[in-house]
Nanobody, 123 residues
Framework: QVQLVESGGGLVQAGGSLRLSCAAS????????MGWFRQAPGKEREFVAR????????YYADSVKGRFTISRDNAKNMMYLQMNSLKPEDTAIYYC????????????????WGQGTQVTVSS
């Protein structure tokens, strides 16, 4: 089992940057593909980025490609999301998630979730 805790959210002006972190418990973190999702008020949870268990393969939603970078450090049981050139439409609660072996763009595929961290981008 994996427990996930996000941190690093906050209020930032448009064009600014934030770095989200996801701390994972458990000795088998490196066995899990990881993902970042977000949910804005009144909207469905949407895919942001995901990374393979080894960290060599990454995928991004078109809306964040070129602005966000996902990474992980298996030695530290950590995953990160570097967010640059933030836009007001990036405002949402951001969640990290884990699934055994292969990842997915669909949030229903993930078994473990953090509690979320709020990101607010002002115009």
């Amino acid at each position: 089992q994996v427990q996930l805790v996000e941190s690093g959210g906050g209020l930032v002006q448009a064009g600014g940057s934030l770095r989200l972190s996801c701390a994972a418990s458990g000795r088998t973190f490196s066995s899990y593909a990881m993902g970042w999702f977000r949910q804005a008020p009144g909207k469905e949870r949407e895919f942001v980025a995901r990374i393979s268990w080894g960290g060599s393969i990454t995928y991004y939603a078109d809306s964040v490609k070129g602005r966000f970078t996902i990474s992980r450090d298996n030695a530290k049981n950590m995953m990160y999301l570097q967010m640059n050139s933030l836009k007001p439409e990036d405002t949402a609660i951001y969640y990290c998630a884990a699934v055994r072996n292969s990842g997915s763009d669909y949030y229903t595929a993930y078994d473990y979730w953090g509690q979320g961290t709020q990101v607010t981008v002002s115009s």
